[in-house]
């Protein structure tokens, strides 16, 4: 079975660092692209970017270019997300997501989310 | 960056009832890159329709998808209890992803 789980809700302060996890099991970590995704309270879906943990090819979205960064460790199957600063207002649910692109593209499993919350 | 946008914002149908959602790109995508999901409240979004009209594993066959090029349609044949949820259109062209900002389906 295809699993993704992420490590635990967070508290921090604003300007502090901060890295979460994603695990995968039950499939070929190293096949499969792993993307992020930020759901803000009450808001919407929101890519954020994605990596190949094979050859640790990372691609961002505009919107999240220089604001965050993604890696991942091949060896223990896990995928990172990290802020150097955190602002109040990342403040959100993170989400990781296995993505499938053979003939088409889509996210077939997803972690079950990390709440992060950025409060003085 | 492709720009998707879902209608109506919110939909309010009762159970039984037919559920029509749109999907319409800024520009042309490919209908294998074009995908559907539902999220319920506290829950991690689910995969329900990819490359724009098959069904994910498991994904009962009320739900069915449709279209091309900017215009896509998630349809739901009969609404169950358990379909009120929010429901996402995404895309994928160039390495970029991205997601309609959602359809809430609620209870009449």
């Known amino acids: 079975e295809v699993q993704l789980v992420q490590s635990g809700a967070e508290v921090k302060k604003p300007g502090e660092s901060l890295k979460i996890s994603c695990k995968g099991s039950g499939y070929s970590f190293t096949s499969y692209w792993i993307g992020w995704v930020r759901q803000m309270a009450g808001k919407g879906l929101e890519w954020m970017g994605i990596?190949?943990?094979?050859?640790?090819?990372?691609r961002y979205s505009p919107s999240f270019q220089g604001q965050v960064t993604i890696s991942a460790d091949k060896s223990i199957s896990t995928a990172y997300l990290q802020w150097s600063s955190l602002k109040a207002s990342d403040t959100a649910i993170y989400y990781c997501a296995r993505l499938y692109c053979g003939g088409s593209c889509y996210s077939d499993s997803w972690g079950q989310g990390t709440l992060v919350t950025v409060s003085s | 960056e492709i720009v998707l946008t879902q209608s109506p914002g919110t939909l309010s149908l009762s159970p039984g009832e037919r559920a029509t959602l749109s999907c319409r790109a800024s520009q042309s995508v490919s209908s294998s890159y074009l995908a559907w999901y539902q999220q319920k409240p506290g829950q991690a979004p689910r995969l329900l329709i990819y490359?724009?009209?098959s069904r994910a594993t498991g994904i009962p066959d009320r739900f069915s998808g449709s279209g091309s090029g900017t215009d896509f349609t998630l349809t739901i044949s009969r609404l169950e209890p358990e379909d009120f949820a929010v429901y996402y259109c995404?895309?994928?062209?160039?390495?970029?992803?991205?997601f309609g900002q959602g359809t809430k389906v609620e209870i009449k």
């Open positions: 990596i190949y943990p094979g050859n640790s090819e990372t």
């Open positions: 995404q895309q994928y062209d160039s390495s970029s992803w991205t």
């Open positions: 490359g724009a009209s």
